[in-house]
Each structure stands twice: as C-alpha cells, then as structure tokens.
C-alpha cells in the first residue's frame, strides 16, 4: 500500500484543501492522471499520480485540508480490476464510477466565519440556478453570530443546485448549493450528503422512535459531541422565532434523537397556554435582578474570547512613547485628507509586522503559517458587542489609502457587513478616544497578537534631565507565547516607538 501525499503548492506553506476527487475509491489510476481538485493560498492545485496502480482509500474527503506533506489517499497494485486502455481512461469521469457516483460535482459550502460559529442564515442569493460564477464572485449574503457578510465564489462553474434557500438556517461547512457543468443526478447526491446523519445514529434510538411516537418528549435531549443540542436548521429557526427553548422539547424523532420541526410543533401543542407568554417575559432573579437571554454576538464573544483565555498563553508589554512628532504630522496630514490618528498607528503596525514575520503569522496544527501581507483587524463597537473588521493588504497602503479604506470596513461593520473575517492575522484596537490611558486586550484567535492603543494625554516629558510639557501616548501589546518571545515582542515595540516619534519615515 503505498500514500499518496499532498504536494507542496507555491511559497506558501500553509495547508491545502482538496476540492474535488476527481477518481472514487477502486478506480484504476494510470501514471500522471488527475486525481484531484484542490485549493491553496496562491491559488487553485491539481494532484496528479506520480504512480500506477488503484485509489484504495481517500484518507482526507473533498472539503477538508491537510498540510503538505500530509497522507491524503492511499493506492495499491491495480490487480483487482481489469486495466484500463489510454482510450478508456480518456473517458468521462462518470462512466467510470459506480452507480450513483457523483462526479465533477463541486459543492459551495456554509463558511465559517471565526472559531466560534455554528451556523449561518441564507439572507439572499445573488445567483441563480444555471448562472455561470467566477472564482472571487459574490455569490450569496449569510448572517452570522457578529454581522452579515458577503460569499464569495471559490470555485468557477456553473450553479446547478441550490439546496438552502433564502432564510434557512445551515451548519457550518455543509453544502448550499452545488457546481455541475454537466447533467448530473443531484437528487442522488443530496441523498448521499444526508446519508452520514443517518448512519450516525443507532438503530435502537430509531425502532423507538417509530414504535413509540407519543414518548419521544421524555428523555433528555440528545447533544452534539461539543455539547450543542442535536436539531435540524428548520427547527432551530422556528424555536429562535417562537423564543422556545430547544432543552426543553426533549429528544426528537429525527435520527439519533434530533429535533425536527415537527417536534417543535407537537410540544407547542403539549404546552399550557400561558407557557409562550410566560417564557418570553423576562424572568426576576431571586435578587430583584431581571434574566435575558445572551444575544448571538454576545455568545460568540464569550465563546472565543474564552477559547483565547484558556489556551493562549498570553503575555504583555507596555510602551509610552513622546507623541508630539506623531501629532504634528497627524495635524499636517489630516489637513490634506480626512484621517485619524488610529490611521497613523495602522500605518506603522503594517510597516513592523513586515519586519517582523511572526507578527503575521499562526499556529496550524504542529507548525506556524506565515503569511505575505499585513492583514490588519480593526476592533469596532458595535450596539451589542464589538467586530473585527479586516484590512487586507495594508503594508501595500500609504496613509491616505488606510484611512479611505478603514472607514469603510469600519462603518460596513456597523451595518452590518463584516469584510476581511477569517484573514486577519493581527489587531488594533483603541479607547483612546475615551480618554482611556492604558489598558491590554486579549488575543483575537487565531492571530498571534494584538495592540491596544490609549489615549494621547498631556504628561510632564524628561530628558536629559530637563523637564518640559508635551504629550505621550501608551501602547499595550499582547502577545500568544507560542510564536512570539519575549525579545521578539521587545524588538517589535522598539520599532513602533521609533516608527511613532519619526513618523515622517512612514511617508
């Protein structure tokens, strides 16, 4: 048995994600044919053999990612099977697969935006079924637990199905429509797709359910391995619309115990009148105090932010640098072009995480991605939380070109409209403007640091021994231990005081 292994794809060393098989398990391979279908940082890979012989297994399935270097299938002599001729391997895919197989079926999939996101609803697609998409095309708009963001295409294709329509709520990383140049048969393939819930469940949990219809409300819920309750995207909708709560239904009659939306409808018909009445009232606790119920943003802030705390080991340092350089060229800049002075604070965190490679990068697995460019998160408060906003490419930026840019994400973040999520891989953010002086922030995962930036307050400057007024302004960086040092996190803020008070080094 021999491993076929996921090649190295470009400069960059981070992780590849296969796309598509192209050949089903049992397939004969000859020497220097495609196999598959996959996608780095730099841009789509196609795997080819280097070896004949038959695909035994598929160790790492379309959708998912390994690094290179990584065992992704497994081949072994072409024995069982009758060799194929040159013109029989030069044949459509799917006249060699099995019944029912799909091929050159590429699905778009529920994105996940941050580590703490489950689950995201279809706002409105922007396609159609049969319209022909570009890789980087905004295709449809989710809602998610921070803002509502805009899907851009991975692939290019042509949309044969879409299978979650506008309003539904869909899992991370499950399919919401499909890519097919072709006819293919897509009522088999959604069976497929749904093929793995089922299996998952035992077939005790299912006899009882079928035999047993009226009792399915009395055992407890059924949860999910991260501890989430087990129920269908319809019924999670309808419970969050209906204010139910999903503890209280029980176990489901879908597979394993999962609560379906009839469910719902059955212990809304087994509740008191008064119950819905009473369950949307917000409840006193035994101090006086009233209860509600953490919003979706609210539950993913604490939710990662908890993750960072707890598996980040943090460290912090503080610098105060002599602000008045930084000032007066603010004032002269500002005087040509709207800009702030968080603009000029971005403007030279860019310039150092150039400098500074590990600034931009993060931890996959055992090993550390390090990335190209400065992508910059810029923290923003919002009604019930706060977004981080991604400003991609901002070494490649002058300072103009920062503060056009960062309104923009900014006041898109506000509405509603996160840009950048997922790519940052450093953040800002500042108080200063609430005349906070100082103060450190925790790690955004998975970045390896963030800047929390105070205000610029007027202090008594010495030096050499003479005093004189000016202003200063303090700087707390936090940093994850794991890919930065201590001396590294020194010489990186020594560069941002000297940036800061020569400021005119920027330009």
Known sequence: MRKLLMPQAGKSPGSLTIRQWLKAVGDAVPKGSLLAKAESQDGPVQIESAEEGRLA????????????????AEMDEAQTRSEPS?????????????????????????????????????????????????KGQVIFEIETDKANM???????????????????VVPVKQPVAYLSEGDVDLAALEGQASAPAEQASEAPAQEAATERPGEVSAPAP????????????????????QGLDLA???????????????????????????????????????????????????KAIAANLSISKQTIPHFYLRTTINADAMMNFYSGEKAKYPCSVNDVVTLATAKAIMEFPAFRSRIDGDEIVEFGSANIG???GVEDGLTVPVLLGANAMNLQQIAANTKRIVENARNGKLEGWGEGNFTITNLGMFGVEEFAAIVNPPEPGILAV??????????????????????????????????????????????LENPTSLL
């Open 57 to 72: 297994s598929i160790l790492v399935p379309a959708g998912k990612s390994a690094m290179p270097g990584t065992a992704i």
């Open 248 to 298: 209280c239904v029980g176990a489901g009659s879908g597979p394993g115990g999962r609560i379906l939306s009839t469910d719902l409808a059955r212990a809304s018909k087994a509740a008191p009148a008064s119950a819905p009445a009473t369950a949307a009232a917000p409840a006193p606790s035994g101090k006086g105090g009233v209860r509600r119920k953490m919003s979706k943003m609210r």
């Open 378 to 380: 810029i923290a923003v």
């Open 454 to 499: 105070g205000a610029v307050r007027e202090a008594v400057i010495v030096k050499d021994g003479a005093m004189r007024p000016g202003r200063v302004m303090t700087m707390t960086l936090s940093c994850d231990h794991r890919i930065i040092d201590g001396l590294l996190a020194a010489k990186f803020m020594a560069r941002m005081k000297e940036l």
């Open 150 to 168: 805009e899907v851009e295409a991975t692939d290019d294709g042509r949309v044969a199905k879409i299978v979650a329509r506008e309003g539904d």
């Open 86 to 134: 040159s013109t029989q391997a030069a044949k459509p895919m799917q006249e060699s697969k099995p019944a029912g197989q799909m091929s050159s079926v590429i699905p778009i999939v529920m994105p996940q935006a941050g580590n703490s996101m489950e689950e995201g609803t279809i706002i409105k697609w922007l396609v159609k079924e049969g319209d022909r998409i570009t």
């Open 222 to 241: 059924l949860a999910a391995p991260g501890g989430a309750i087990k129920a269908s995207p319809a019924a999670r909708r309808i419970a969050r619309e």
